[in-house]
């Protein structure tokens, strides 16, 4: 009956949770000894007052200098195509032309009658100078001449838009229509975009709006091109804010002489807002706990746990306000195996 009770199933439970217990603080007892026995490696940094640049990051999309799509004032069959896809062409460039047999008729027609016209007025003109004719026939015949030289500015003005000219010098799209086609005012023959210049436009906080000024220089990123920063300049800052999102848009425009960048492109727009002399540290060697940060000091060859109250950020670099102070030598790597009080072996020192 002993035995059978020795081996029950309440004391076998009993004895596994307390052989869990024993297991699971047996290594941070055994960690905390060799702590104390032996010397955590880590890599610090002296804490130095330098420039820290406040930056401010937004997302906008590309745009051409200027953009039309090309499209025909009149309808009619297209005669001539003289374009490529994607070819560079200059302002004044005929694209394409229209039928104009009938333009071409009508404006013969009106420089015939004009040319009459002027004839007869040169003719009356003679005979009013030996008062051979009454003044009411020259001035009706001055005032045909004025009208058939004013039918002749229309009629030249419908040839002209027969002819699709480029409006501004740049880079056309794909050709959409074909040679012989029947277009009508509002079809798109290609389109046009000057990409030697780029706009930006971006939004920014109302909170920001002092620290951004016409004529200041921003850089820009693509997903296409990592690494490289486009410089571009600030040409204006909006005059209203958005009641609803208080925010305002600003527009910088990008050198783009080398085609890179394209309309549509979503771009990332790092201004700087002002450079402050501060302590700067790296922002590894930051230890968060709850809502409050700390870093390791060095004193004496042992970590001290230090609350610090931080600043500004920037990628791998964060301010210090309060803490520490110049020439204090702090942890920046190794935080995780390091507590307060522990024993430290600085391995290399660096300078920030």
Same mark, same amino acid.
């Given at each position: 009956?002993?035995?059978?009770?020795?081996?029950?199933?309440?004391?076998?439970?009993?004895?596994?949770?307390?052989?869990l217990?024993?297991?699971?603080?047996?290594?941070?007892?055994?960690?905390t000894?060799?702590?104390?026995?032996?010397?955590?490696?880590?890599?610090?940094?002296?804490?130095?007052?330098e420039?820290?640049a406040?930056?401010?990051?937004?997302?906008?999309?590309?745009?051409?200098?200027?953009?039309?799509?090309?499209?025909?004032?009149?309808?009619?069959?297209?005669?001539?195509?003289?374009?490529?896809d994607g070819q560079?062409?200059?302002?004044?460039?005929?694209?394409?032309?229209?039928?104009?047999?009938?333009?071409?008729?009508?404006?013969?027609?009106?420089?015939?009658?004009?040319?009459?016209?002027?004839?007869?007025?040169?003719?009356?003109?003679?005979?009013?100078?030996?008062?051979?004719?009454? $003044?009411? *026939?020259? &001035?009706?015949?001055?005032?045909? %001449?004025?009208?058939? =030289?004013?039918? !002749?500015?229309?009629?030249?003005? +419908?040839?002209?838009?027969?002819?699709?000219?480029?409006?501004?010098?740049?880079?056309?799209g794909?050709?959409?229509?074909?040679?012989?086609?029947?277009?009508?005012?509002?079809?798109?023959? $290609?389109? *046009?975009? &000057?990409?030697?210049?780029?706009? %930006?436009?971006?939004a =920014?906080?109302? !909170?920001?709006?002092?620290?951004? +000024?016409e004529?200041?220089?921003?850089f820009?990123?693509?997903?296409?091109?990592?690494?490289v920063?486009?410089?571009?300049?600030i040409?204006?800052?909006?005059?209203?804010?958005?009641?609803? $999102?208080r925010?305002?848009?600003?527009?910088?425009?990008?050198?783009?002489?080398?085609?890179?960048? !394209?309309?549509?492109?979503?771009?990332?727009?790092?201004?700087?807002?002002?450079?402050?002399?501060?302590?700067?540290?790296?922002?590894?060697?930051?230890?968060?706990?709850?809502?409050?940060?700390?870093?390791f000091?060095?004193?004496?060859?042992?970590?001290?746990?230090?609350?610090?109250?931080?600043?500004?950020?920037?990628?791998?670099?964060?301010?210090?306000?309060?803490?520490?102070?110049?020439d204090?030598?702090?942890?920046?790597?190794?935080t995780?195996?390091?507590?307060n009080?522990?024993?430290?072996r600085?391995?290399?020192?660096?300078?920030?």
């Amino acid at each position: 009956m002993s035995a059978r009770l020795s081996f029950s199933p309440l004391w076998v439970g009993v004895i596994a949770i307390i052989g869990l217990l024993v297991f699971i603080n047996w290594p941070e007892e055994q960690q905390t000894q060799q702590q104390g026995n032996r010397a955590t490696p880590v890599v610090t940094q002296i804490v130095n007052v330098e420039p820290f640049a406040v930056t401010l990051q937004a997302l906008g999309t590309a745009k051409a200098n200027e953009s039309v799509m090309i499209t025909p004032q009149e309808s009619d069959v297209i005669t001539s195509l003289n374009f490529s896809d994607g070819q560079q062409v200059d302002a004044g460039d005929i694209l394409a032309q229209l039928n104009s047999n009938e333009q071409k008729a009508r404006l013969n027609e009106l420089n015939i009658n004009l040319a009459e016209a002027e004839r007869q007025l040169k003719r009356i003109q003679n005979l009013a100078l030996s008062n051979s004719t009454s $003044t009411q *026939l020259l &001035d009706e015949q001055q005032a045909r %001449v004025k009208a058939f =030289i004013a039918q !002749r500015e229309v009629a030249q003005e +419908n040839l002209n838009k027969t002819f699709i000219t480029a409006p501004f010098s740049g880079k056309l799209g794909l050709r959409r229509v074909s040679l012989g086609a029947y277009v009508t005012p509002g079809d798109v023959l $290609t389109t *046009l975009d &000057d990409i030697a210049t780029i706009k %930006v436009d971006f939004a =920014i906080s109302e !909170r920001h709006l002092p620290s951004v +000024n016409e004529g200041q220089t921003v850089f820009a990123e693509s997903v296409a091109y990592p690494g490289v920063q486009f410089e571009g300049t600030i040409t204006n800052v909006d005059s209203r804010i958005d009641p609803t $999102t208080r925010s305002i848009n600003i527009r910088t425009v990008i050198d783009n002489a080398q085609q890179k960048l !394209r309309p549509g492109m979503l771009l990332t727009i790092t201004l700087q807002k002002r450079v402050l002399n501060t302590l700067v540290i790296d922002e590894k060697a930051l230890v968060p706990d709850h809502e409050d940060q700390y870093v390791f000091v060095v004193v004496d060859g042992k970590a001290v746990k230090t609350k610090v109250l931080i600043g500004e950020r920037r990628p791998g670099k964060v301010q210090v306000l309060e803490g520490i102070v110049q020439d204090d030598e702090v942890v920046v790597q190794g935080t995780l195996r390091i507590r307060n009080g522990s024993a430290l072996r600085v391995l290399n020192s660096s300078q920030g």
